[in-house]
């Protein structure tokens, strides 16, 4: 075969053809399969985390989310939250629809159709970044959003991170596309998104602008809050409220693009204004503050250790160690752990924690404090102390005594203490608390902006009186209203569970119980003459009267307790034992530290309102103390229930004895230092009481009873030598009793709480009489009291 011929044979040249056309092929095929496999490799990488964080199946399962802990009222009303993030959950059902509509309209139109990534969307914006059309919009799903805020780890420096970062959040996004449904997905983009403001999580946000809940914003609120989506700070309603309604409105209009509103309605919604309802989230503020923070320490509290405590506080010591061990809400958070071993945090475990307090009468305490401190009490101190020489102290303080206290308070101050950790000498210290600088000062009409130096700022608010109030329920020993001072911002010592004061006469029913449980009754008549006891060291001590009404007499129990004699009272003691009074006063729950001297009876002792209110509801549950409540139960933020109250009962007395002490108590209030509840404020119902006052008027008490109902009150300043100067004004009859009055009749008036104001139940075989013929033929009332007179 010739040379010609190889070269022209068809079969060779065709071979010849395939195998160049082939190697490209081959090539291109090799490649692209490369590609493929690098792409699979690298997204590989990017899910095992080889390229940067990448979230667990685990973490994907359960992301970790910093949830508030939400505090109830018996009466379903959320009243405070504690945590790092103010967020709290909700369910999908929960979303007003137009929530999801604006979302999806504006951030992710084909949202129910990828599986976390936008193909069509990404194109739009590669096709924007080749043509400079920035308006082509964003490729990010609202899955790719979310992942970013779950998992927004590590900041970056280089362009590439932030690539690999894109990746991520695509892997990510696909990974809670299979992980969870797209109503799950739309619910933790909500739950999740910060609001601003403190308003993390859609359920904040719908309370922080607009006082309300997700399932209820209408169509302009919601696409406001989706709008913010775009950017919080650029968009926050409260800076820029001429950007954010006009955000709105792009929201709106993208809604009416996509078929979620029609034009008509969108003429009409976008000229409607924002209409922000701004609730400023503070602790310091809104519904019982005071309770609330008792509840945060309380929960969060460390078991008591005695080195933890100065050596003068043992008496705090062993009411902590005491709370540690018999109340399991005490300490709650460290004595209970989760699944993983770990302890409770208030702070980002998203607890829902129900307390006793209603709302209403909470609201009806805060505001009777403010009414009688406020409009009254207040204004009659001040014009008291309009001519004396050392405003607000008394006159019995020498100047020497009014720099040493101003000079005691700076040292107890935070500004005090700050210094003094810089290093600043005493004389620099002095001097910067003699400088006069700019602050907030508390007013009874509002907070005012003023320039005082702090010496004087401390003076003048050593002036304000306050209270301390507590209210429950005698059967259940829930407690419906706590309120620890006039004002938490400025007030913050807490004078219901925290401070202590004397409690003057208020304790004179654990003595006259002693009496009743020995047999005697309201109607039996004892010697009102003087009465001596001889002290341990010799000497002879006898209380005095504050008049000499009936003095020589033989009155009743009835009449003695009434107006609060201490010749009765001491004829009383003699009867038994200092000892024994103290020991009641113990069984009927008071663990703070009672003296058991002859003056007992005048109310000394130093007593919280939380212990005084618990005692006295002995006498209304038929001799069984039960103790104070503040909580019914916890559950976790999926409604789970992690603990329940029960009741601490004990019983102290039988029925007899504790009826005969309402009956006593009745007294009071019908004819004696508590008559102004009938004549002034109108309270006809069953009512017992018992007012009380300090020595100096320093402080000022009354305990009040009712078959439904006990309460207590406290009032007076700061400090003792700031206080009024006639025991007129200056007792508990004044200072105290009319708070409870104006709550009673508040809390009467709301016929939605459904008290009956009946007579208190009568015991099975008690026949006493108990209508004493000098109560009721004597046209005496005396109202002052004699607690203040040694």
Known sequence: ?????????????????????????????????????????????????????????EELENPDNSLATEVYTVDGNLIGKFYFENRSFVEYPDLSSFLVDALIATEDVRFNDHSGID?????????????????????????????????????????????????????????????????????MYFNKFDFLNLAVGIKSAANVYFNTTPDSLRVEQAAMLVGMAKNPSYFNPLRRPELTLDRRNVVLSQMVKYDYLSEMEFDSLKNIPLEIDFQKVDHKRGMAPYFREYLRASFTANKPLRNQYPSYAYQQFHKDSLEWESNPFYGWCNK????????YNIYTDGLKIYTTLDSRMQR????????????????????EKENHKNPPFSDDLT??????????SMRRSERYRVLKKNGMSMDSIRLVFKDPTKMKIFTWKGERDTILSPNDSMLYMKGFLRAGFMSMEPQTGEVRAYVGGPNFEHFMYDMVNVGKR??????????????????????????????????????????????????????????????SVNYISGWVLKQTTPESVVEMAHKMGIISEIDPVPSIFLGTSEITVYEMVGAYSTFVNKGVYIKPSFITKVEDHKGNLLAQSVPRKREVMDERTAYLMTNLLEGVVQRGTGVRLRFTYGLNNPIGGKTGTTQNQSDGWFMGITPELVSGVWVGAEDRSVHFEGIRLGQGANMALPIWALYMQKVYADKSLGLTQGDFEKPRGVSINLDCDDDSNTNELIESENDDFF
């Not at 919009?137 to 790719?144: L, W």
């Not at 009806?364 to 014009?383: C, K, P, S, T």
């Not at 720099?403 to 005691?408: F, G, H, P, S, Y």
Request: proline content about 5%; some cysteine.
């Open 364 to 383: 009806y305490a805060e505001e009777a404090v403010v009414e009688h401190l406020g409009l009254d009490l207040q204004m009659a101190f001040n014009r």
């Open 502 to 563: 004397q409690v003057g006469s208020v304790i004179k029913p654990f003595l006259y119980t002693l009496a009743m449980k020995e047999g005697l009754s309201p109607c039996d008549r004892v010697p009102n003459i003087p009465q001596t006891f001889i002290l341990p060291d010799g000497s002879p001590w006898t209380a005095k009267n504050s008049t000499d009404a009936r003095s020589g007499e033989m009155v009743t129990l009835k009449w003695g307790l009434a107006h």
């Open 336 to 343: 209970n752990v989760k699944v993983d071993g770990t302890p």
């Open 119 to 187: 193909i069509r969307g990404l194109g739009r914006v590669a096709i924007g970044l080749v043509t400079g059309n920035r308006s082509a919009g964003g490729g990010s799903t609202i899955s790719q959003q979310l992942a970013k805020m779950l998992f927004p780890r590590e900041s970056f420096e280089k362009k590439f991170d932030i690539v690999f970062r894109k990746f991520r959040e695509w892997v990510i996004a696909v990974k809670l596309e299979r992980s969870y449904t797209k109503e799950e997905i739309m619910t």
């Open 1 to 57: 075969m010739s040379e010609n011929n190889i070269e022209t044979n068809p079969i060779i040249e065709q071979e010849s053809k395939l195998r160049t056309f082939k190697k490209p092929l081959i090539i291109f095929w090799s490649v692209f399969l490369i590609g493929v496999l690098l792409v699979i490799l690298f997204f590989a990488g990017v899910s095992n985390g080889t390229f940067g964080f990448m979230p667990s199946f």
């Open 399 to 408: 100047d020497e005594d009014v720099a040493q206290n101003i000079e005691t």
